[in-house]
């Protein structure tokens, strides 16, 4: 095992000899950082200040050239409309002077002579006229077209530019065009050009002249080259040149330097065009040897384009005396930084030893303050016994040691209060109503169940744990392992699952569960949680529920069927007993008849006891009486009774059914109703409204029934007994009637309240008695009657009926 004072020792001293490296290489970082970003103030600060005044000086010269060339566009523009307005004024004069005196063709012709012979400013200028309706008057670039009809002439670019003049003179009479028109003596290139016209209205003459717009930018060229030359005066820090590489100005004037090269071998001019048609730019350059004997230098320019001109200026300085103060800057930062390493490095070595002397005083003092609490540790995991505090030098285990201390007194109220917790955990687990048990999702099997889980089953905990779910699951379709296996399936996917389940007992009795199933996360694991509640009486109440209904359905079939069978069932016995009189010698207006048709009375009396004539004649009125008995006892199920509720106990009721059922001939024919033991256990009932001739009637029914079961039950060896007892709440009033017989199977009691189903033997019952109960205390008293039973262990029927109706 490994000593934590020495792990510590050892980690301690590479963090700290990191962190000292880490500390001095941030250092010489931002050393070196500070060194470079001093080295580009240095640079800005020498260099900067000469791209600042290049771009300054070249900016200007731009300002200049822009000038011009306006300057040169407005004097030229204002030139071409001078010369028309004198010649418009000069034709006037003319023509106001002499229009009385000479001839109009003699006028025109005074007139147009005397235009021709103006002097323009611009030597490839000249003065037109043409006629509104599109005659040439005048064209001294081309004498030869006059009196031509010259609108439908058509410019390089396409436009009747002739039109065009028309349509100005009329709309404006006067004004600038601008189109593309040859030059003197060049009839085969079009250039740019801007006429002046005006309308002279006498003759409808329109006047004009213009100027070449190459002609007023050479001009300007030429202008701005005198400019560049005189600033050059002093030295030739300023260059012209076209994008082709002639040079525009200096001694090399005229001159294709495009491959010329620096003393260090770059095409300086290419890299002048270059930088220029980028945008503009700074170039550093050694000065071409031009001339034997030139000492070349380092020069730094500033380059642009001229817009519109195909040009490359610029303007350059000497930087070399710039480039050795650099130098100078730079070599005293570099040693300076060098200075201030080594400060750092010493600094570095220094901290190094003081660390690693207190690391291993430090070692040995942690090493004899955990030996302390070691041997505090080794007697105080199983025992009570405390650090003595005294022992301890330093604050920080002092306070450890008070913890310890106060641990060991946690840690024994904390094994109380885990002990309590658990118990209470357990108490609240199986206190619950419902059965909930834990299945391990991987084994499918259950790790814990609460108590009520084992009443449920019947179990010791010892036989659930560790059991499989099929054990207890009843496994008939559609409640078979498929459909267990995908509610598994969607649990384990994190839904709740909601299902109803089949499942039996240890005795193998089955009853209905609703369960809930969810993976929950028990100690860390995931489990599956099933909560289940017993609903097999909610089952039970469904099904009475139906077998209402079905009671309601078969009420209305067994109307209509009694009304059927009365009429024909009556003439059945009427002619029985018909057939019965008139064969009996006793009534004496048979005795005449038989006489004339020569029958003696008696002895046909004789021959119809002998052949059981008469037998069968009784039988058929025996089985009319049953019949009738079906038929009223349908109708009465069939119909509401039209007697009227009245308020009352329901003791007296009881009482008077008793009474009916011990002195009922019938009854007593068929049971021996004082070998019965009758208990009657009365609460105190409200009065409350009721039928009581129907209420009456179902307790008979329900009296009448135990008594035959009793009769029936093979058991000799116990007294017979029907219990009568009543309770009620506030809001019902119940009435138990309770027998110690033979008891119903379970088929045969779902059917008990089905209309003519009898468990009794032929002949005996209708079959309809507890039907027309169920009627009686369900639809005419809104009421419940429920049976329960067990073979061998007797039959309860128990009555429920509203307090307030």
């Known amino acids: 095992m490994k000593s934590i004072v020495t792990i510590l020792f050892r980690s301690m001293l590479p963090l700290c000899f990191s962190s000292i490296i880490i500390f001095g290489g941030l250092s010489i970082y931002f050393m070196i950082s500070d060194y470079q970003n001093e080295l580009k103030e240095a640079e800005a600060e020498i260099m900067g200040g000469i791209q600042e005044s290049l771009q300054k000086e070249l900016f200007h010269l731009q300002d200049y050239i822009k000038f011009s060339r306006d300057s040169a566009r407005t004097a030229s523009l204002k030139s071409v409309k001078a010369s028309i307005l004198e010649a418009h004024s000069l034709a006037m004069t003319l023509y106001k002077t002499y229009k009385d005196s000479l001839p109009e063709k003699k006028l025109k012709e005074l007139i147009k002579t005397t235009l021709q012979a103006m002097i323009h400013d611009f030597g490839d200028s000249y003065m037109f006229i043409v006629r509104m309706d599109g005659i040439l008057i005048l064209h001294t670039d081309t004498p030869e077209k006059s009196g031509n009809y010259v609108l439908d002439i058509k410019t390089s670019d396409s436009r009747y530019v002739l039109r065009e003049m028309v349509s100005l003179a009329t709309n404006q009479g006067e004004g600038y065009i601008d189109y593309l028109w040859s030059k003197p003596n060049s009839s085969d290139k079009s250039y740019e050009k801007t006429s002046y016209i005006k309308l002279f209205a006498p003759y409808e003459w329109i006047l004009g002249t213009g100027t070449y717009r190459d002609t007023t930018t050479n001009q300007t060229q030429e202008h701005v080259l005198k400019r560049i030359k005189k600033l050059n005066s002093n030295g030739d820090g300023y260059f012209a040149g076209t994008f082709s590489g002639q040079s525009l100005v200096g001694k090399n004037k005229g001159k294709d330097l495009i491959d010329l090269k620096s003393s260090d071998g770059i095409s300086i001019i290419q890299e002048f065009i270059k930088s220029a048609k980028s945008g503009g730019g700074y170039i550093t350059y050694k000065s071409p040897s031009i ?48 200075m201030r390493l080594a400060a750092v490095v010493a600094l570095i070595f220094l901290y190094s030893f003081i660390i690693f002397f207190f690391s291993g005083r430090f ?257 058929i009125q025996d089985a009319g009486s049953r019949a009738a008995d079906i038929v009223k006892s349908m109708i009465e199920f069939s119909r509401k009774s039209n007697s009227a509720k009245s308020s009352g106990t329901i003791e007296p009721v009881i009482e008077t059914a008793l009474s009916l059922a011990a002195n009922d001939y019938d009854f007593k024919k068929k049971y021996d109703f004082k070998k019965i033991k009758i208990i009657r256990d ?106 329960d039973s067990s073979p061998g262990e007797g039959t309860r029927f128990t009555i429920a009926l509203p307090i307030l109706t």
């Open 291 to 338: 001339t034997s004997g030139f000492k070349s230098y380092k020069k730094m320019g500033y380059f642009e384009t001229v817009p519109g001109w195909n040009w490359v200026i610029g303007v350059s300085t000497n930087i070399e005396r710039l480039e050795e103060k650099l130098r100078k800057k730079e070599k005293s930062l570099w040693d300076g930084l060098l």
């Open 363 to 619: 070692k040995r003092i942690l090493a004899d303050n955990f030996n302390s609490f070691e041997i505090f540790f080794r007697k105080g995991t199983d025992s009570t016994t405390k650090i003595d505090r005294s022992k301890i030098n330093f604050t920080e285990f002092d306070t450890m040691a008070e913890l310890a201390n106060t641990m060991i007194d946690s840690r024994e109220s904390a094994r109380k209060d885990l002990l309590k917790s658990e118990i209470t955990y357990r108490e609240i687990f199986n206190a619950t109503k419902d059965a909930i048990g834990v299945l391990d999702i991987n084994k499918r099997i259950f790790t814990d169940v609460n108590q009520t889980f084992l009443d449920f089953f019947g179990m010791e905990r010892s036989e659930v744990i560790g059991m499989s779910p099929e054990i207890i699951s009843f496994n008939s379709p559609p409640y078979d392992t498929k459909y267990a296996a995908e509610l598994f399936t969607k649990a384990l996917s994190g839904e709740s699952i909601h299902f109803e389940w089949m499942v039996k007992n240890k005795k193998g009795e089955p009853f209905w569960t609703d369960n809930l199933a969810r993976v929950a996360s028990i100690g860390g694991q995931k489990k599956l949680l099933i909560v289940m509640r017993d609903i097999t009486e909610r089952r039970k109440m469904q099904k009475t529920m139906v077998q209402t209904e079905k009671m309601m359905s078969v009420g209305g079939l067994a109307a209509g069927m009694a009304h059927e069978v009365n009429n024909p069932l009556g003439i059945i016995m009427q002619v029985t007993q018909n057939i019965i009189r008139r064969t009996s010698p006793t009534l004496k207006s048979n005795i005449p008849v038989a006489e004339s048709c020569g029958i003696d009375l008696n002895n046909l009396r004789n021959y119809m006891e002998k052949r059981g004539i008469n037998e069968y004649l009784r039988s």
């Open 682 to 787: 009365f609460n105190s009932s409200p009065i409350f409204n009721f039928t009581e001739m129907e209420i009456s009637q179902v307790i008979l029914s329900l009296i009448k029934n135990a008594a035959q079961a009793l009769s029936d039950d093979q058991n000799k060896h116990k007294i017979p007994t029907i219990t009568i007892r009543t309770s009620s709440d506030e809001n019902f009033v119940r009435i138990e009637i309770e027998d110690n017989g033979p008891g119903i199977e379970q088929e045969e009691l779902q059917r008990v309240f089905e209309p003519f189903y009898s468990t009794k033997g032929p002949g005996v019952g209708t079959g309809l008695g507890l039907s027309v109960s169920y009627y009686i205390v369900t639809q005419n008293h809104s009421g419940t009657i429920t049976v």
